[in-house]
């Protein structure tokens, strides 16, 4: 502490604070992009190994492929309060909530 006559003042790196900002991983449109491009193929991928699912092959296969599966991940990430960067981890748990999704249309 440095003493200025009868008052104290403490020195004034003691009040220096940083404010780090950090950018939102999840709101990036790269990594939305990528991320549902490999869930595309996995599933594609996943629809031909699997007989009981063969219908929903043409559609995912077609134009709307890309939108259908894109649509399925931003519901999955806000139903089940996930993060886009973590998805790749939990392709099972994804292709499960596919499989009961498309099941009920």
Known sequence: MIKIGKIR???GHYFVRKVIKYQNINK???LR???????????????KK????????KK???NDGYD???????????RYKK???DLENE???????????LKKI
Do not use: A, M
């Open 9 to 11: 003042n403490p020195p």
């Open 28 to 30: 990036d449109k790269n």
């Open 33 to 47: 992009r990528i991320t549902t491009e490999l869930f595309l193929d996995e599933y594609l991928f996943y629809l």
């Open 50 to 57: 699997n007989k009981k699912y063969t219908k929903h092959y």
């Open 60 to 62: 995912i296969k077609g």
């Open 68 to 78: 259908i599966i894109y649509r399925l991940l931003r519901l999955y990430v806000k």
């Open 83 to 85: 993060n886009w960067y």
């Open 91 to 101: 392709i099972q748990s994804v292709i499960f909530f596919f499989n009961n999704y």
